[in-house]
């Protein structure tokens, strides 16, 4: 059964920055898909970032394209969220997905496997 763990959230102020991680196991993480979605409060979910196996091509939201990079470590099951510039409106719950299948994904329904979220908050 794949498991995916968050780390790395907390409270920063506008302007910081924050790395977020997501760790594999109960396979190898190379083999997925791997994407960065968010929940601000009382919204639904959101794409923020994805990066497909095989070729690690990433995309990214709009609204944090320029200031979010996404990026794996498959040697050690890592997906990371790098998180520069950060504004209040990116405060929400932040998840991380994986999917064996989808390519380039932005829907929560494409990914199968789900970590429970790690709180970032953006103070101004």
């Known amino acids: 059964q794949v498991q995916l763990v968050e780390l790395g959230g907390g409270l920063v102020q506008t302007g910081g920055s924050l790395i977020l991680s997501c760790s594999v196991s109960?396979?190898?993480?190379?083999?997925?898909?791997m994407a960065w979605f968010r929940q601000p409060p009382g919204k639904e979910r959101q794409f923020v970032a994805t990066i497909a196996r095989n070729t690690n091509r990433a995309h990214y939201a709009d609204a944090v394209k320029d200031r979010f990079a996404i990026s794996r470590d498959n040697a050690n099951n890592i997906t990371y969220l790098q998180m520069n510039n950060l504004k209040p409106e990116d405060t929400a719950l932040y998840y991380c997905a994986a999917d064996l299948f989808v390519m380039g994904g932005r829907n929560t329904i494409e990914y199968d496997y789900w970590g429970q979220g790690t709180q970032v908050t953006v103070s101004s």
């Open positions: 109960g396979d190898t993480s190379s083999k997925y898909t």
